[in-house]
């Protein structure tokens, strides 16, 4: 089983920039996939980005090109989404989640850890 636990968010004007951790626990020896997620109220969750802990292999999608980095620290079990140049449209409650697998897909499913959100806003 895996805990995982984000925080960083907040608020921030149009091209600010904040940065998100996710500090995970329990059975992590493992390679996991591990990404980032948004949720904005009236919206479907969608996927942002995701890492494959064995690799460092990354994928983002489109909307935050250039803008957002995921990364990790292994050795703090910790997973971080860098977020430069925000936009009011990037305004969410993000979320951290996590699989277990060999390899990240692009579909963004699958996952099935999940923290309990940390709320990003962007005015």
């Known amino acids: 089983h895996v805990q995982l636990v984000e925080s960083g968010g907040g608020s921030v004007q149009a091209g600010g920039s904040l940065t998100l951790s996710c500090a995970a626990s329990g059975t992590i020896n493992a390679p996991l996939c591990m990404g980032w997620f948004r949720q904005a109220p009236q919206h479907e969750r969608e996927g942002v980005a995701t890492?494959?802990?064995?690799?460092?292999?990354?994928y983002y999608v489109d909307s935050v090109k250039g803008r957002f980095t995921i990364s990790k620290d292994n050795a703090k079990n910790t997973l971080y989404l860098q977020m430069n140049s925000l936009r009011p449209e990037d305004t969410a409650m993000y979320y951290c989640a996590a699989v277990r697998r060999s390899y990240c897909t692009r579909d963004f499913v699958g996952f099935n850890y999940w923290g309990q959100g940390t709320q990003v806003t962007v005015s």
């Open positions: 890492i494959f802990t064995g690799t460092g292999a990354t």
